[in-house]
């Protein structure tokens, strides 16, 4: 169980139906960790800034986080936590270990960077 | 500026130094902000578990800092994380703090806690494979090098104790070290050299990692004779002591020659009005119980100075 405010992915079918029905997701998979903690203590930091993306997190050993361990991208990944960034559904970027607030804030700005019309 | 954005006292940093200043501060009644660049707890919630805290038999790092926020919280101490202080003006009896996002906070006196990291090595590919086979948390990551062979960089308690830990994991544990001799305490150099899996290459320190997705080797060069030699391994876990967070009070405060806080026995700084406390300062030994100690001493001092400046300036506006 992860002592966390962010939404929390228990099952595949949890993890898949976030990431279809919202257009930008960020998902931390990890524990109740040193490198882990800083990493949610930012998102849920984040959640009122950027309205625009949905924030959830992951137990790393909750057997369902196969979705996450096994993704092809976390290939080499040998720090917890995997962060994921879902763009319609699809991945477009993870990292491994600690992040810093103006790391996750720059993957943010690039891949779910919002445009003004008009 | 509103006088909302002035602060008796405001905290720049947010682990137990920081947050026992703001519970001590809040509860005399001095209006206190802390300003934390990371999640409140600084280094402390590193630590899985917190076994010779005084009056707590045990609890991990995480818990016990929210505990401490709570505390700081209820008596009325506001908490900003997650935030970076861009300038800070120390110099005048105003002092000024600004953060990146332009926010600008003003206050009577100042408590510096920015805490300390962990030491990086600092070479190339460091930054590339961090999470990529390198490591600086054993309990964290140990178990993603199940039946591999690994390194640990460090001479300390730390290093020592975390590549014991780790032998539960790695088929075998390289002990790097600058030195011909380590620091750590008899016990453990002695746990890590009976240890079967341990084996130890001295005077020696890693000059580059290389890989393609995931760490593959590293160079070892051997201080005295200058030659490198490659070493195929699968992880390198990092645990050479911690560096003071003080690059932004360069020119601010006094520093040692180790960029940490020079402080009076009452952890005044060089500067009136500015107080000290926590891994930042000089002195010997960093635990969260010193923090705390630290943290209470500044917290009382800077109440003091607070009070004696609030009665001279109204003396002074009685007196015009």
Known sequence: MLYTNLHHLMTAADHQKLINENENVMICCGRMGPMCIPVYGIMEDLESEYTHVKFADMEFDNPEAYVIRDAPETRGFMGIPFTMYYKNGKLVKATSSIQSMSQVKSILDKEFAQVTVG | ?320
Not at chain 2, 177 to 189: N, P, T
Request: proline residues 2%; aromatic residues 8%.
């Open chain 2, 1 to 320: 500026m509103t006088n909302s954005s002035h602060f008796d006292a405001i905290v720049v940093g947010a682990g137990p130094a920081g947050l026992t200043a703001g519970i001590y501060l809040s509860r005399a009644r001095f209006r206190t902000l802390i300003i934390s660049d990371g999640v409140p707890g600084g280094q402390m919630i590193l630590t899985h578990e917190i076994a010779n805290y005084p009056g707590v038999e045990s609890i991990s790092g995480y818990q016990l800092s929210n505990i401490m926020k709570k505390q700081a919280k209820n008596f009325g101490c506001e908490i900003l994380g997650n935030t970076e202080v861009s300038s800070l003006n120390l110099d005048d009896e105003r002092k000024e703090v600004v953060l990146s996002d332009g926010r600008a906070f003003t206050s009577d006196a100042v408590i510096l806690t920015p805490g300390g990291r962990s030491r990086t090595l600092n070479v190339p590919g460091e930054a590339k494979f961090k999470g990529r086979g390198i490591s600086y948390c054993a309990t964290c990551d140990g178990d993603f090098f199940t039946d591999k062979e690994i390194v640990v960089v460090g001479g300390g308690n730390s290093a020592l104790e975390e590549a014991v830990s780790l032998t539960k994991y790695a088929s075998k544990v390289t002990i790097v070290h600058q030195f011909d001799h380590f620091q750590a305490f008899d016990y453990a150099v002695e746990e890590a050299k009976s240890n079967p899996k341990i084996n130890f290459i001295m005077e020696s320190s890693i000059v580059q990692f290389y890989g393609e997705d995931k760490l593959e080797s590293v160079d070892i060069k051997n201080l005295n004779t200058g030659e490198i030699n490659n070493f195929k391994t699968d992880g390198v876990f990092i645990f050479i002591g911690y560096v003071a967070n003080t690059e932004f009070l360069k020119e601010k405060v006094k520093l040692n020659q180790w960029n940490e806080i020079v402080v009076d026995s009452d952890m005044s700084t060089s500067i009136p009005g500015v107080f000290a406390a926590g891994d930042s300062i000089v002195k010997r030994y960093r635990q969260v119980t010193t923090a705390v100690g630290d943290g209470t001493v500044a917290a009382l001092a800077a109440s003091n100075y607070i009070h004696q400046l609030k009665t001279r300036n109204l003396h002074e506006s009685l007196t015009h």
